[in-house]
């Protein structure tokens, strides 16, 4: 039995933007992105309309690991939601060549990224 959320945010968190991606019943999708500055408020109005359950968050191997696991920490707090973080894997680089060759209607690379993020959790709990 698998005891993975239903319904997961996917954050990827950047130094100026933050793409966000929603998975419902083990298939994602991109959602938008914003500004660094307001990424708490976006994610409170996501979490408002459509009631994740759990939050992931791609967590890179260089100098933002400290400043994205403190964002993590302040969401968990501030929602009372579940924050799990995940090795991004060059989601960023894949999601850039993604928009290049791909249409994904108002998707931009971080909201991808933040799909590739989710997809990847999906898969290592065996939800793909």
Same mark, same amino acid.
């Given at each position: ?9 996917? &954050?990827?968190? @950047?130094? +100026? ?5 929603? $998975?419902?019943?083990?298939? *994602? !999708?991109?959602? !938008?992105?914003? *500004? ?9 109005? %996501? ?7 759990? %939050?992931? %968050? @791609? ?8 400043? &994205?696991?403190?964002? @993590? ?21 894949? $999601? *850039? %060549? ?7 209607? !108002?998707?931009?690379?971080? +909201?991808?990224? *933040? ?12 939800? &793909?």
């Amino acid at each position: 039995m698998n005891d993975t959320p239903a319904t997961l945010l996917g &954050i990827d968190f @950047g130094l +100026s933007q933050v793409g966000f991606a929603l $998975a419902r019943g083990g298939i *994602a !999708g991109p959602l !938008g992105s914003c *500004a660094t500055n307001n990424a708490v408020e976006n994610v409170q109005e %996501i979490i408002r309309k459509e009631q994740p359950e759990m %939050i992931v %968050i @791609g967590l890179p191997t260089g100098s933002l690991q400290k400043d &994205i696991k403190a964002f @993590g920490e302040d969401l968990k707090k501030l929602t009372g939601l579940k924050v799990a973080f995940i090795d991004e894997l060059n989601t960023t680089e894949k $999601a *850039a %060549i993604t928009v290049s060759e791909h249409t994904y209607p !108002g998707a931009d690379d971080h +909201s991808l990224a *933040a799909k590739f993020i989710l997809e990847h959790f999906l898969e290592s709990h065996h939800q &793909i």
